[in-house]
């Protein structure tokens, strides 16, 4: 065995398994585009009548349209906005026309709004209900008694405004508040970082191989020096 030979086969094999980590990342990308797609297509959907209970996995994202009135309790989000800086959540209780008491996610305001009143009463609401995973291990505890939130914690929040844990999050709402901004359900916070995984994987292909050939010429250059 020339002494050439054991440093080519390993550049080959790590050459081989990182171009195989690049090509599986590019499945996967192909795997959350089709998930996405396929969230998208259920948000935009015909909206249907409120679950009888709710379950996070077959109602997340279900379309919805109620009639119905927002009361004036108030639940504070502390959210930040891209280009806008940090604002609220704004989460009210919602009775609808028979009768049910749920959450109701009405949108953005920024932090000097908090105190602005904002119009209640009867309202037509389109939205999606949801089961938003806001809270990571670094997520402060709720401030429940300073009513500052840091997650949208739908069993607590329910216990709260005393509200069925259901919650729907405005896409529309008529008569609208001028004072709020609506934060429709999408899918811009569901990671999908494969492709920028299978760029790394290949980018670190090219070098180890490149570095393979480089170490390799050198060594039969030393064995015919």
Known sequence: MSRTTLPLLTG????????????WQLDRLEWKQGIL???????GGDP????????????RYQPVQLNGTIEPDELYVLVSRKRVGAGYLVISPFVTEDGRRILLD???IRVEDRDTPRDGGTKEITGNLHWPDDRTSSTPENDV???????????????ALNTEPLLVIARNMSPSDPGVTPLPVDTSGIPNDHLQYAITWFSLAAVWLIGTIALVWRLRQTKEG
Do not use: K, Y
Not at 37 to 43: D, F, Q, V, Y
Not at 149 to 156: G, M, Q, Y
């Open 12 to 23: 080959l094999l790590g050459t081989a398994i990182l171009v195989w980590l690049g090509t």
């Open 145 to 159: 008694a300073g009513n500052t939130w840091f997650a949208r914690d739908i069993a607590a929040m329910s216990e």
């Open 37 to 43: 797609t396929e969230i998208e297509s259920r948000i």
């Open 48 to 59: 249907a009548p409120l679950p009888a209970t709710g379950d996070p996995e077959s109602d």
């Open 106 to 108: 009405r949108g953005f």
